[in-house]
C-alpha cells in the first residue's frame, strides 16, 4: 500500500530537508497558507482557484486515495510543496494517471518536484498504472521545460481550452509519459 511509504525525509539539493506524506484532513489551513504564498502568474494558470478557501475545503473533505493521492512536501510545519496522482480506477482509462506538482516560490530548484515525481511514478507503477499525463497551459515555458526534463514529452495541442484565471482562453499542451 502507498501509505506504507511514508513518512519520508529526504534532502534536496542546498542540504534542507523536508518530510514527504500523504494529505490529512488537519492539513486545511497549512494548504490555504502554501497556495496564498504563490505567485499571481503561479495562480492565473492553475486548474482551480486555490485562493478560494472553499476549494481546498472540498479537497480535505473529499480525501480519497483511490482517486486522488496527494503527497506534501513539508518543512516543519509549514507546507512547501504539494504533488497530486489523479486515476479513475475504471474504465477505458483505468491504465492513466494524471499528475500535478507545485512547488511553494522559495523552495524551487532545490530538486524538489524531481523528488516528488519519482514518488508519482513510484506509486504509479506499484498501483499498476502504464502511463501519466500532465496538463500545462501553453504559455508557461518554464513548466513545459521542467516537465520534459521530469521525461513527459508533448502529446498534443488542445486550442482554447482552457479559460485562465482572468478569463482568457488558453492553449493546453497534454504531456504523456509512459511507465512501462
Ligand atoms: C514547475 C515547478 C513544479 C518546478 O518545481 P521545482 O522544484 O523548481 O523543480 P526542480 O528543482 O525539481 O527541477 C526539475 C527539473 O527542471 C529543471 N528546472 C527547474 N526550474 C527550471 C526553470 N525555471 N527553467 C528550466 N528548467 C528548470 C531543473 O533543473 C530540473 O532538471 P534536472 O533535474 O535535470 O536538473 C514549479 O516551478 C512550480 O510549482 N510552478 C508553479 C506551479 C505549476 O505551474 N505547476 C505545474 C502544474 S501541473
Not at 70 to 83: H, K, Q, T
Not at 107 to 134: M, P, V, W
Not at 138 to 154: I, M, N, P
Request: overall charge neutral; glycine content about 8%; proline content about 3%.
Amino acid at each position: 500500500m502507498l501509505l506504507e511509504r511514508y513518512p519520508k525525509e529526504v534532502e534536496l539539493k542546498g542540504g534542507k530537508s523536508v518530510t514527504l506524506r500523504p494529505m490529512v484532513r488537519t492539513d486545511e489551513e497549512e494548504l490555504l497558507d502554501f497556495f496564498g504564498g504563490l505567485t499571481d502568474l503561479d495562480r492565473l494558470y492553475l486548474r482551480n482557484d486555490v485562493s478560494n478557501p472553499g476549494v481546498i475545503r472540498d479537497w480535505i473533505k473529499n480525501i480519497d486515495y483511490k482517486r486522488v493521492f496527494p503527497i506534501l512536501a513539508c518543512a516543519g510545519s509549514r507546507i512547501v510543496g504539494n504533488a497530486t496522482l489523479h486515476r479513475k480506477p475504471f474504465g477505458w482509462m483505468r491504465h492513466m494517471g494524471g499528475v500535478r506538482i507545485v512547488i511553494s516560490p522559495d523552495y524551487r530548484k532545490h530538486g524538489l518536484a524531481r523528488l516528488l515525481a519519482n514518488e508519482i511514478f513510484d506509486n504509479s507503477i506499484d498501483e499498476e498504472l502504464e502511463k501519466l499525463t500532465a496538463e500545462v497551459v501553453a504559455d508557461q515555458k518554464t513548466v513545459l521545460e521542467v516537465f520534459s526534463k521530469l521525461g513527459f514529452r508533448e502529446e498534443a495541442v488542445m486550442r482554447d481550452y482552457v479559460l485562465d484565471a482572468v478569463g482568457n482562453r488558453q492553449n493546453l499542451v497534454i504531456m504523456t509519459r509512459d511507465l512501462i
